[in-house]
């Protein structure tokens, strides 16, 4: 059973860096698959972040491309997202996903969602 | 890269079919065959329910049917369900590499 699971900061100030990082259990991530980083605001629709493949291939939102980074560590079966100087706009749940077909383009496994508010 | 079009909301009794459109352009939905759509309850995480316009995971029921036709896509549920109550949401690949969603559809069985 394909598992992941999202961990950072409870909050981040303005012009801070926001760090996130899913652990994923139940599949190698050096096997294969694509993962990524996806966000909703609060009360919105789901936006597409960002995404790697296994063999640490990025694809970026270009809204996002200037401030976002996606990276694999295979030795831990992790992959992480840092967004740069975050406004209260970033304040959303951002979930991670299992990505498949051509260039990761389903997401069909989700992590639960974590929330993180972007306040002084 | 704007948001696919997605109508608010659509409501449908149970038994009956509903039809949830998504309309784009010809940079993402009218000119490739990545398209899906997904269901998300109330403080969960989406659920993949069409990939490759009209293809189903395995566990989703035969119910949920997709199709394209020119820059719009569109997701039916037929027999409608209570647990079908969900907003929806499509997804197009939009060409170097990126991806575009649509703002959502809640639907509400009366």
């Known amino acids: 059973q394909v598992q992941l699971q999202e961990s950072g900061p409870g909050l981040v100030k303005p012009s801070e860096t926001l760090s996130l990082t899913c652990t994923v259990s139940g599949y190698s991530i050096s096997s294969g698959y694509y993962w990524g980083w996806l966000r909703q605001p609060p009360g919105e629709g789901l936006d597409w972040i960002a995404t790697c493949s296994h063999t640490g291939t990025t694809y970026y939102n270009p809204s996002l491309r200037s401030r976002a980074t996606i990276s694999v560590d295979t030795s831990k079966n992790q992959f992480s997202l840092k967004l740069r100087s975050v406004t209260a706009a970033d304040t959303a749940v951002y979930y991670c996903?299992?990505?498949?077909?051509?260039?990761?383009?389903?997401?069909?496994?989700w992590g639960q969602g974590t929330l993180v508010p972007v306040s002084s | 890269q704007s948001a696919l079009t997605q109508p608010r909301s659509v409501s449908g009794s149970p038994g009956q079919s509903v039809t949830i459109s998504c309309t784009g352009t010809s940079s993402d939905v009218g000119n490739y065959k990545y398209v899906s759509w997904y269901q998300q309850h109330p403080g969960k995480a989406p659920q993949l329910m069409t990939f490759?316009?009209?293809k189903r995971p395995s566990g989703v029921p035969d119910r949920f049917s997709a199709s394209k036709s020119g820059n719009t896509a569109s997701l039916t549920i037929s027999g409608l369900q209570a647990e079908d109550e969900a907003d929806y949401y499509c997804?197009?690949?939009?060409?170097?590499?990126?991806?575009?969603f649509g703002g959502g559809t809640k639907l509400t069985v009366l």
């Open positions: 490759d316009v009209s």
């Open positions: 996903a299992r990505g498949f077909g051509d260039f990761g383009t389903y997401f069909d496994y």
């Open positions: 997804c197009s690949y939009a060409g170097s590499y990126t991806w575009v």
